[in-house]
T-cell receptor, first 115, second 111 residues
Framework: EAQVTQNPRYLITVTGKKLTVTCSQN?????MSWYRQDPGLGLRQIYY???????DKGDVPEGYKVSRKEKRNFPLILESPSPNQTSLYFC??????????????FGDGTRLSIL | QQPVQSPQAVILREGEDAVINCSSS?????VHWYRQKHGEAPVFLMI?????EQKGHEKISASFNEKKQQSSLYLTASQLSYSGTYFC????????????FGDGTTLTVKP
């Protein structure tokens, strides 16, 4: 089944404790992206990757890191999480953002609570 | 640069129609629409590209006015399953890959 898989789905942690949210897709998509969603607000893009080893900042990259060492995986790293990073996080992928726009397929989301 | 959606919320009866608008102050390459039900991931509905090409859902239509940089999503003969929050996302030609979403329009369809 074609899907975007995020882990963990839920995490409660404490300020300053490094964490990684994994994202994996099995559709051979070139493009991957991370979003955060806060109550009453839309999706805000954190980072995106057009292809392996190519990443770029979205609108809210502060406090986050990403890497794209292989096509299927795009982990989101919070080196020193803070309470204002408590949010619902979505990973998404699409075939290509190059010549023509393709729809994004979203994972089920990761709910992070940082105390 | 965030697109502005209107209205913020709509309540309909089954069978009624709705229009959701998405406006940008910047020149756009594409507008994409997603629906999100509570507690779930957004689901793709429609893409509109500069130049008029559309890819999307059979029962939902949309338009993209390049002069106004505005897109409208048309939901006709609404069903209970249409309830959810609708988001438009925009992409500018100069920034391929960077997606900016509106804050959403909550649609409630009642029997």
């Amino acid at each position: 089944e074609a899907q975007v898989t995020q882990n963990p789905r839920y995490l409660i942690t404490v300020t300053g404790k490094k964490l990684t949210v994994t994202c994996s897709q099995n559709m051979n998509h070139e493009y991957m992206s991370w979003y955060r969603q806060d109550p009453g607000l839309g999706l805000r893009q954190i980072y995106y990757s057009m292809n392996v080893e190519v990443t770029d900042k979205g609108d809210v990259p502060e406090g986050y890191k990403v890497s794209r060492k292989e096509k299927r995986n795009f982990p989101l790293i919070l080196e020193s999480p803070s309470p204002n990073q408590t949010s619902l996080y979505f990973c998404a992928s699409s075939l290509s953002m190059g010549a023509r726009y393709q729809p994004q397929h979203f994972g089920d989301g990761t709910r992070l609570s940082i105390l | 640069q965030q697109p502005v959606q209107s209205p913020q919320a709509v309540i309909l009866r089954e069978g009624e129609d709705a229009v959701i608008n998405c406006s940008s102050s910047k020149a756009l390459y594409s507008v994409h629409w997603y629906r999100q039900k509570h507690g779930e991931a957004p689901v793709f509905l429609m893409i509109l590209l500069k130049g008029g090409e559309q890819k999307g859902h059979e029962k939902i239509s949309a338009s993209f006015n390049e002069k106004k940089q505005q897109s409208s999503l048309y939901l006709t003969a609404s069903q209970l399953s249409y309830s959810g929050t609708y988001f438009c996302g925009t992409e500018m030609e100069a920034n391929a890959g960077k997606s900016t979403f509106g804050d959403g329009t909550t649609l409630t369809v009642k029997p």
